[in-house]
C-alpha cells in the first residue's frame, strides 16, 4: 500500500488561505488521492477526491502534479472551525489512514 | 437519509471481558467497514463486510471478528479484552455499487471503549 507522509502540524491565522502537503511517492496507477477532515470525538468526514491536475468543491482544492507523487489540499480563508485534524489518503478499496496533519486556526 | 449511527457511546469494560459494538450504515449503503484509533493516532482498518461477507482484513488478531445484517447494518466483537483495545471504535458505511474511484466514507461519530 502506498504510504503517505504530510506535516504533523501547521498554524494559521482566520481568513489566510492555508496549503498541506503531502508526499506518496509510490503511488500506483489506479489509486486516487483523498482528504478527510477530523474533528475530536467526531468520524472522520470526506472533503475532496482527485486524480490529477486540479479539482475543486466548495470547500477546497486540490492540486495534483503530473508525476502524482504529492498533493496538496488547499483550504481558502479558513476559520476557527476548520481547527480539524487532516488526512491524506491514497486509496483503493481500503483507507489507510497515517497521522494526519493538526491544523490549529487562531483568531 | 439518515446518517451512520453507532452505539453505544461509551463503553467500559475490564480486561479479559468480550464487547459488541453495533452500527446502523447509511441509507442505501450495501458495505460497512471498521476501524480502532488510539489516542493521537489515525483511524486503523480492521475488516470491511460487503453483503453480509468480509471482503478484506486489516492487521488485527482473530478476537476481532464482525458480522453484517441483510438490512447491512454491523456488529464489531472483540473477545478476551486487552488494555491495548482501549480507543474509539469508528465504523464507516459506503455504497460499494456507485461506481467509480469515489467510494466515499461516511463515518458513524463512533463507540469510545475503555478497557480497566
Known amino acids: 500500500l502506498a504510504k503517505t507522509t504530510q506535516p504533523i502540524s501547521m498554524d494559521s491565522y482566520e481568513g489566510q488561505e492555508v496549503n498541506i502537503t503531502c508526499s506518496h511517492n509510490?503511488?500506483?496507477?489506479?489509486?486516487?488521492i483523498t482528504w478527510y477532515q477530523q474533528f475530536p470525538s467526531q468520524g472522520p468526514r470526506f472533503i475532496i477526491q482527485?486524480?490529477?491536475t486540479k479539482v475543486t468543491n466548495e470547500v477546497a482544492s486540490l492540486f495534483i502534479p503530473a508525476d502524482r507523487k504529492s498533493s496538496t489540499l488547499s483550504l481558502p480563508r479558513v476559520s476557527l472551525s476548520d481547527t480539524a485534524v487532516y488526512y491524506c489518503?491514497?486509496?483503493?478499496?481500503?483507507?489507510?489512514f497515517g497521522a494526519g496533519t493538526i491544523l490549529r486556526v487562531k483568531s | 437519509e439518515t446518517g451512520v449511527t453507532q452505539s453505544p457511546t461509551h463503553l467500559i469494560k475490564t480486561r479479559g471481558q468480550q464487547v459488541t459494538l453495533r452500527c446502523s450504515s447509511q441509507?442505501?449503503?450495501?458495505?460497512v467497514s471498521w476501524y480502532q484509533q488510539a489516542l493521537g493516532q489515525g483511524p486503523q482498518f480492521i475488516f470491511q463486510?460487503?453483503?453480509?461477507?468480509?471482503?478484506g482484513r486489516g492487521n488485527f488478531p482473530p478476537r476481532f471478528s464482525g458480522l453484517q445484517f441483510p438490512n447491512y447494518s454491523s456488529e464489531l466483537n472483540v473477545n478476551a479484552l486487552e488494555l491495548d483495545d482501549s480507543a474509539l471504535y469508528l465504523c464507516?458505511?459506503?455504497?460499494?455499487?456507485?461506481?467509480?474511484?469515489?467510494?466515499?466514507?461516511?463515518f458513524g461519530p463512533g463507540t469510545r471503549l475503555t478497557v480497566l
Open positions: 464507516a458505511s459506503s455504497d460499494r455499487l456507485a461506481g467509480g474511484p469515489r467510494n466515499e466514507q461516511f
Open positions: 509510490n503511488i500506483a496507477t489506479n489509486d486516487y
Open positions: 482527485g486524480y490529477k
Open positions: 489518503l491514497v486509496e483503493r478499496n481500503k483507507l489507510v
Open positions: 441509507s442505501g449503503h450495501n458495505t
Open positions: 463486510y460487503y453483503r453480509e461477507e468480509e471482503n
